[in-house]
DNA sequence: ATGACTCAATGCTTGAGA
């Protein structure tokens, strides 16, 4: 199975990118953020006819995410357990909650895609959403892996961190004036590592970014950050035999400002069952 | 060239992105 993830900044403005892009690149699972659309506003009809289901979840012209597949996807959730959500500058578990993740199943894999929340600037009502935000996801990758260890497990997604220095190409970005590398943002990207989590893209393509600002030349400068990621348990990280990010995809004309990220899986068919140990007996 | 931001909306300016 190839796994890709990308945000990628409105659906409807760069449909035929994406689709182009997930056909000549063979993707069989492509996880998407900001799509910019409610569910129903979503060019279900372009995926299908290059031969994609589609899952979206969207409520408004901000965030939403979505994921197409080849293959039919099943058990949808619109919001991981115990998702925040956010209203009136506070973030809480009772505040209405955004288009920001959706999870379903395919090939065995349990996939997310994820749309961290940006955070905004240091102390802002946002970034403290955006803390809040990955310590429930924190939460549920932990009880998840604790009660289904042997689960192929991926977060992929959009997480607004770049989790060392240098993740961060942008002069504009600077410790101590910025999200995305303020040290409880890298903390928080820690954990979900502590849970049980592991960047499978790093160890095969351990440099370069996915994401360059629109503005002041940051592409042509190569000043971008490394924001974007596939997080797989030990089940799914066992099973990868490749990746790529897609720098090409920030060329041309009407780019989104994020390319895409791809990971290769040789997953064990469900005839190897009896190679593998059993985890309810 | 990879080139000086882009997208969506009860739109002609504003909010969000990071």
């Known amino acids: 199975m190839r796994l890709a993830t990308w945000n990628v900044n409105s ?76 209203e009136k500058d506070h973030a809480g578990p009772d505040a209405p ?26 102390g802002d009502p946002h970034y403290f959403y955006k803390l809040e935000w990955l310590s429930a996801l924190q939460q549920y990758t932990s009880e998840t892996l604790a009660t289904t260890p042997d689960l192929a497990l991926a977060l992929t997604g959009d997480f607004n961190i770049a989790p060392t220095d ?13 999200t995305h590398i303020s040290p409880p943002e890298r903390e928080a990207f820690a954990a979900l590592e502590s849970a049980g989590l592991t960047d499978v893209v790093r160890p095969l393509v351990p440099t370069g970014f996915t994401y360059w600002d629109y503005k002041q030349l940051r592409f042509p400068r190569n000043e971008g950050m490394r924001i974007d990621f596939i997080l797989g348990s030990h089940a799914l990280a066992t099973a990868v035999t490749g990746a790529a990010i897609h720098r090409n995809e920030r060329k041309g004309k009407a780019p ?26």
Not at 101 to 114: E, F, K, Y
Not at 166 to 178: K, L, M, R, S
Not at 256 to 275: I, K, Y
Request: net charge negative; hydrophobic share 45%.
């Open 11 to 86: 659906v409807r403005a760069r449909v035929d990118r994406i689709i182009d892009f997930a056909v000549r690149e063979s993707i069989d699972v492509l996880a998407m953020q900001e799509i910019k659309c409610k569910a129903e506003q979503f060019p279900f009809e372009m995926f299908e006819d290059a031969g994609y289901h589609v899952e979206a979840h969207g409520f408004s012209q901000w965030n939403g995410v979505a994921i197409a597949s080849r293959e039919q996807l099943t058990d949808v959730e619109h919001a991981f357990p115990g998702m925040p959500g956010f």
């Open 97 to 122: 909650q955004e288009a920001r993740a959706i999870g379903a199943t395919v090939g065995g894999v349990r996939v997310w895609s994820l749309y961290v929340p940006n955070g905004r600037s240091l």
């Open 166 to 178: 240098a993740d961060n190409g942008d002069p504009a970005v600077v410790q101590g004036f910025a």
């Open 256 to 281: 989104s400002d994020h390319v895409p990220v791809v990971v290769d899986l040789d997953l064990a068919s469900p005839e190897d069952d009896d190679d593998r140990p059993m985890i309810f007996g």
